[in-house]
């Protein structure tokens, strides 16, 4: 009787967290219901964790005794993850958001792959379809976690550039031949055809050990400016390989929140792609992120320094502004300054708004999470499809800190890596004022036109100590009326 309520109390549950997982899910595409979404999909975690717990304690402590012992082994785990990803949580600044977020991911994937490995070592697949489900659950979550851990290398500095080798495609395609043969050999053997030649763990070992290879060697080429792209693929990845897992597990809620998560993740990656209007393959196997240079005579002329001052006084008796954020603004942890600036021209009677192009920073909607994090309204915050128009009437766009986004040789240079890619059309404003630490080119190593353009000057400096600069001047010129 007991084993029966309990059975029923775990599958309501599961299918209640698997309801707030989707629900919170769906709150989440509005930065304005995000926060409720965020707490209602931690609500399902902690449905689906007290599930687990209540699993063991009852159902599986019935059926094995001897697995009691993991009620106090996973009470661990969760003080241990708990308390650490508390501790790391109200630490972690904006800047560091989009490797943590690579990380974390890349732990979901491990944690799907761990499932796969205790169910193939200890034999509790049954039949060829169960088999091929965890092992493929097993190979997406071990590229995730591996692969995961490569963005993280790569955005937390760890690895400067990405790493190239001649062959290197044609060795990545090997290794993915090799690991799909082994888990053909794990299943043909399982099915009692043909003979191990290697203990069945060893085939096991093997073949997590070549998933894990191969998300390294897929992640290492990838240059800086993919980043964006490559976190979104990695958290479809995971969702995916915790659906297969769940469905191993015959549990719903593993297999709604993975394949929700894995359908959101897939779609957001392809409009992360059209945004710079190519194709994931076209991501994951070429060379886009290495240095470019410009052609000799490509780009005439010379950048125009200004004075923050000037730039803020043009704005402040200007009538519109757009504003578009880049990386450089969440490196300077500028965007209070940068409101505090726009406050002041939105007291003077100045029209402003914000330009977010969809792989501005370096993770998805790093650049919305920075402007709400400082107060900014979001109806003043503007996608491209539905800003770009208003640039040819704007007389000022300010741009910090942003660079490939704004870069008009995508619309211009066939030659450029970027072409085709859809941007901003800050360069089409009439004034357009850059806010940049120095001459140094972006995250993709291109060279921005738009910086040489008779309409473009350009501010040198810190984000935050222009923007308190421009305060100043803005504050200055009160002042005098007053």
């Known amino acids: 009787m007991l084993t029966l309520v309990s059975q ?61 012992v993991n009620v106090g082994l996973a009470v661990t785990a969760l003080l241990i993850g ?8 109200r630490k972690v600044a904006m800047t560091a958001m989009p490797q943590m977020v690579a990380i974390y991911n890349g732990m979901g994937g491990g944690a799907a792959g761990s499932i796969a490995a205790v169910e193939l070592f200890g034999g509790h697949t049954h039949g060829a379809t169960q088999l091929i489900v965890t092992l493929l659950g097993g190979l997406i979550g071990a590229v995730s ?22 062959g290197q495609q044609f060795a990545n395609a090997a290794v993915m ?10 299943v043909a053997s399982a099915l009692g055809v043909g003979g191990l030649w290697l203990t069945a763990p060893t085939w096991i070992w093997i073949f997590f050990g070549c998933a894990l290879v191969f998300g390294v060697l897929m992640t290492l080429p990838i240059g800086g400016a993919d980043m964006p792209v490559v976190i979104s693929i990695y958290n479809a990845f995971t969702g995916l390989a915790v659906g297969l897992e769940g469905f191993v597990l015959q549990n719903p809620a593993l297999m709604i929140a993975g394949m929700v998560v894995g359908a959101a993740g897939l779609l957001l990656t392809v409009i992360m792609a059209k945004a710079m209007n190519r ?21 005439k002329g010379s950048e125009r320094p200004t004075e923050a001052s000037d730039a803020a006084i043009k704005m402040r008796y200007a009538s519109s502004v757009i504003i578009i954020p880049g990386y450089g603004l969440a490196a300077a942890h500028a965007q209070q300054k940068l409101y505090e600036f726009v406050k002041l021209l939105l007291a003077a009677k100045v029209s402003v708004k914000f330009a977010i192009h969809p792989v501005a920073g370096r993770m998805p909607g790093q650049m919305d999470v920075l402007l709400a994090e400082a107060g ?28 490939d986004v704004v870069n008009p040789a995508a619309r211009t240079d066939k030659s450029s890596p970027i072409f085709g890619m859809p941007i901003l059309n800050a360069d089409r404003a009439r004034q357009i004022y850059v806010i940049k ?33 421009m305060i100043e001047a803005v504050r200055g010129l009160g002042a005098a009326a007053a």
């Open 145 to 166: 976690l591996s692969g995961s851990v490569i963005a993280w290398a790569k955005l937390d500095g760890v690895l400067k550039k990405p790493l190239r080798v001649k």
């Open 8 to 68: 029923f109390v775990i599958s309501g549950a599961d299918l209640g967290a698997a309801f707030l997982f989707m629900f919170g899910l769906k709150r989440m595409s509005s930065p304005a219901t995000a926060p409720s979404g965020i707490r209602l999909a931690g609500l399902g975690m902690v449905a689906a964790v007290l599930a687990s717990f209540l699993y063991l304690l009852t159902i599986d402590a019935a059926a094995r005794p001897h697995m009691m």
């Open 82 to 89: 708990g308390v650490g990803a508390w501790l790391v949580g």
């Open 279 to 299: 194709s994931i393959a076209n991501v994951l196997f070429t060379n886009f992120g290495t240095e470019a240079k410009a052609k000799p005579g490509a780009i």
């Open 437 to 469: 630490r120095g001459q140094g080119k972006g995250y993709s190593g291109i060279v921005n036109a738009l910086f040489y353009s008779p309409n473009c000057n350009m501010v040198y400096g810190d984000a935050q100590a222009v923007l308190v600069k």
């Open 376 to 403: 900014v309204p979001y109806d003043m915050i503007f996608q491209l499809d539905d800003i770009n128009d208003d640039f040819a009437a704007t007389d000022v766009a300010l741009v910090i800190g942003a660079n």
């Open 177 to 186: 031949v090799a690991t799909l043969a082994v888990a053909g050999v794990i």
